[in-house]
């Protein structure tokens, strides 16, 4: 026979995450999802195989990171590094390789560095300028960036040569404390040199921030100045493996409006293309993502799609909106199935963590799978969601799995074994 996928045709792949899908029974109704009418999907469920999916292990609440890790394939137990490069990619910031990034909060010191404030007074305006008047210092060779989040939030990334992430808090984590001076954790020179230049950034931070104007009108109005810059939990932005190493010359696209989602496809090698109207908001244009998606699809071996407006609505609690958000993808699911004709295509359509409304936060329950397409084997269920999904011919996987599975079925794996 010869190496597999040597003669055969391979097939496109298109990965449909919805963001915060899954949820559970509560007050008095089902899922949004059970309740959805989600015709399309149900196509898919009846020609196709479903399943469920713990995108980490059974239990864990996954973010949206280290799910997305998982479903591309990572091991997020390996490749995710802490929350500050995370971060920083959700706020949108272009982030590189190998850079250190911490997350920071704006908070107010007296003079002798007490910290009597860790949130500035939950400073919220006025945050971009102090980020400005800080960004794109350059000190011993490494150039400073800094970003606002929400409110007294801010991302802090160093990009030069020589860098670790082994650095201790600035941050005393608590009020009445005083600033820490950053130390190296391990005994190497880059370590040494990162906490330096951390020291020194800050105490020039804080010489900025004190004369700026935000902070004198703050002063006025009686405000708690935001005169400090408290950077914690240094992580490295993880030199991901890319998918056109891992799969030979393979060629993906991530359509997503989020830029945490943007941020890890984007390590990971994915083209990310702007489309227009696709906000990550409720209000995002699902038919400019479907063209852009059948767009993409042509020339490419994968795109992946998010979908972020249920996960919105299991934050707010807002149940209505949610089944309403999953029906507009089903809509959305029509326009691309259509022009998928004469496409050799796997379609997936998942979760990459279940936000109930009853907690209103990312849960460990598991989020149910879909695959459909040519050659796809078809198993009993016929619709797609929470309920249905536990009997369906895929049974149960970590998220991990998801990415081999779908390779094969696009008849792209590599044989394991003689
Ligand atoms: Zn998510
Ligand atoms: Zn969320």
Redesign the pocket.
């Known amino acids: 026979m010869g190496r597999r996928g040597a003669r055969l045709k391979t097939k496109k792949i298109f990965l449909l995450v919805l963001?915060?899908l899954g949820d559970r029974p509560f007050d008095g109704h089902s899922t949004p999802l059970a309740e959805a009418k989600t015709p399309v999907l149900a196509e898919l469920a009846r020609d196709g195989s479903t399943g469920l999916i713990d995108p980490i292990t059974p239990g864990t609440p996954a973010g949206?990171d280290t799910s997305h890790l998982s479903l591309l394939g990572y091991e997020p137990r390996v490749t995710y590094t802490g929350r500050g490069p995370f971060e920083a990619m959700g706020l949108g910031m272009e982030i590189w390789p190998g850079d250190i990034a911490w997350r920071c909060n704006f908070g107010t010191v007296d003079g002798s560095m007490l910290v009597t404030d860790r949130r500035a007074g939950r400073i919220s305006e006025g945050t971009k300028e102090l980020c400005d008047s800080l960004n794109g210092m350059e000190i011993d060779g490494v150039r400073v960036l800094v970003y606002p989040g929400v409110e007294h939030r801010a991302a802090l990334v160093f990009r030069g040569p020589a860098l670790s992430p082994a650095v201790s808090d600035v941050d005393p984590h608590e009020a009445g404390k005083k600033t820490q001076e950053s130390w190296p954790m391990v005994r190497e020179e880059a370590a040494a040199r990162t906490a330096r230049v951390l020291n020194h950034f800050v105490r020039e931070a804080h010489k900025r921030l004190k004369s700026h104007e935000v902070n004198k009108e703050r002063e006025a109005k009686g405000l708690p100045v935001a005169n400090f810059l408290l950077p914690r939990g240094a992580g490295e932005v993880p030199r991901l493996q890319q998918l056109s190493e891992r799969y030979e010359g393979f060629k993906a696209v991530c359509i997503a409006g989020i830029p945490l989602v943007r941020g890890i496809c984007r390590l990971a090698g994915m083209q990310v293309p702007i489309v227009k109207g696709a906000t990550g908001a409720k209000d995002s244009d699902l038919a400019a993502k479907a063209r852009a998606m059948l767009d993409a699809i042509k020339t490419n071996d994968m795109v992946l799609m998010n979908v972020k407006a249920p996960?919105v609505c299991?934050?707010d609690g807002d149940w209505q909106g949610k089944k309403e958000s999953i029906e507009k993808v089903d809509g959305m699911m029509r326009l691309i199935v259509d022009g998928l004709k004469g496409i050799e295509c796997v379609v997936a359509v998942t979760g990459d963590h279940s936000?109930p409304i009853e907690t209103r936060e990312?849960s460990g329950d598991p989020v149910p799978l879909v695959i459909w397409g040519p050659g796809v084997r078809r198993d009993r269920t016929a619709k797609f969601d929470e309920f249905e999904c536990m009997d369906g011919g895929l049974g149960r996987m970590n998220g991990i799995s998801l990415m081999p599975m779908l390779m094969d079925l696009a008849n792209r794996s590599v044989k394991y074994g003689a």
Do not use: K, P
Request: hydrophobic fraction near 0%; avoid cysteine.
């Open positions: 963001d915060g949206s996960d299991g934050h936000t990312h």
